[in-house]
């Protein structure tokens, strides 16, 4: 079993930066990627940024140059930075992960989501 939990959301104003964070928890062998994904009310989920464990990074068209991604693989977490937030980042922001466990076991995990809002 695997526990993946996204925090740092918030209400800020549009201009400003926030960073979110996602937490792996659980068995863990090792994590091949994490990715953020996001979903606006009436909108399908779309992905946000995604990173692997050597490094390898890829941003939505939308948040390019805008937002970043890392991971720290000792912490078994990945973050978000956020800057220069606009009106439509506002979401409900998820983290994914592709997971190995001990036991070689692969799964891949969705955490619960963190809000995003950004007022203009």
């Known amino acids: 079993q695997v526990q993946l939990v996204e925090s740092g959301g918030g209400l800020v104003q549009a201009g400003e930066s926030l960073r979110l964070s996602c937490v792996a928890s659980g068995s863990i062998f090792s994590i091949n990627s994490m990715d953020w994904y996001r979903q606006a009310p009436g909108k399908e989920r779309e992905l946000v940024a995604g990173?692997?464990?050597?490094?390898?990074?890829g941003y939505g068209d939308s948040v390019q140059g805008r937002f970043t991604i890392t991971m720290d693989n000792s912490k078994n977490t990945a973050y978000l930075q956020m800057n220069s937030l606009k009106p439509e980042d506002t979401a409900v922001y998820y983290c994914?992960?592709?997971?190995?466990?001990?036991?070689?076991?692969?799964?891949?995990?969705w955490g619960q989501g963190t809000q995003v809002t950004v007022s203009s």
């Open positions: 990173i692997t464990s050597s490094g390898s990074r």
């Open positions: 994914k992960a592709d997971i190995i466990f001990y036991s070689g076991y692969r799964s891949v995990s």
